[in-house]
């Protein structure tokens, strides 16, 4: 079945430990997001990608790095967890980039102790 | 600075119809972007309105006003699968979406 996967689906981490948030896409979309979600808040943005090998920040960058080696793939990855890092990820893709429709994975559950 | 402004939780009945509202106040405004979402589960698209004006799709439509800053989703034949978040989505000047925080909408029997 197409569409976004991500790994892991959950995951408890110490803080201070560096963490890879996977996410794969099989739609051959140009456009690829992280997203983090907390209650009570809208998404936010952490990074971007319009086409692999760009990349670029969002409203909350600090602490988080992307790469976008090629079309499908999109790595998140928290270099030292911090427990604000605590939140649920949510990896998207869109066809048309900037007015497309966005079609989002399951979501990691991330939790920093 | 930005603002999406949806209450943050609405109750109706089974059968019903609800409206659930969105104010905008964004730099710029390149479309708007309704989104369900059930507990624990991913964001799904629902509607994108760029022009004033009403969009119907199936038992779901969505409502514009660009001069007012408003939008609203409607959702009619209420069913207890509606129960989920509804998300309102704003894409601004530089095509960035600013995302409210989303309506809990409750289904009773």
């Known amino acids: 079945i197409a569409g976004i996967t991500q790994a892991p689906t959950s995951q408890i981490l110490a803080a201070g430990r560096r963490m890879t948030l996977r996410c794969t896409q099989d739609?051959?979309?140009?456009?690829m997001y992280w997203y983090r979600q907390d209650l009570g808040l809208g998404l936010r943005l952490i990074h971007y990608?319009?086409?692999?090998?760009?990349?670029g920040k969002g409203e909350v960058p600090d602490g988080y790095s992307v790469s976008r080696a090629n079309t499908d793939d999109f790595p998140l990855t928290l270099a030292s967890a911090v427990p604000s890092q605590t939140s649920v990820y949510f990896c998207?893709?869109?066809?048309?980039?900037?007015?497309?429709?966005?079609?989002f994975g399951e979501g990691s559950r991330l939790t920093v102790l | 600075g930005q603002n999406i402004d949806q209450p943050t939780e609405m109750t109706a009945t089974e059968g019903a119809i609800v409206q659930i509202n969105c104010t905008y106040q964004?730099?710029?405004?390149?479309?708007l972007f309704w989104y369900q979402q059930h507990a624990g589960e991913a964001p799904t698209f629902l509607s994108y309105?760029?022009l004033d004006g009403l969009e119907e799709k199936g038992r779901f439509s969505s409502f514009l006003s660009r001069s007012k800053g408003y939008s609203y989703l409607l959702l009619k034949e209420l069913q207890m699968k509606d129960s989920a978040s509804y998300l309102c989505?704003?894409?601004?000047?530089?095509?960035?979406?600013?995302w409210g925080a989303g309506t809990k909408l409750i289904i009773k029997p």
């Open positions: 998207a893709s869109s066809e048309e980039g900037e007015t497309g429709e966005l079609f």
């Open positions: 739609m051959r979309h140009n456009a």
């Open positions: 990608s319009n086409t692999a090998g760009t990349t």
């Open positions: 964004t730099s710029g405004f390149n479309g």
């Open positions: 309105n760029v």
């Open positions: 989505a704003v894409m601004d000047s530089n095509y960035q979406l600013i």
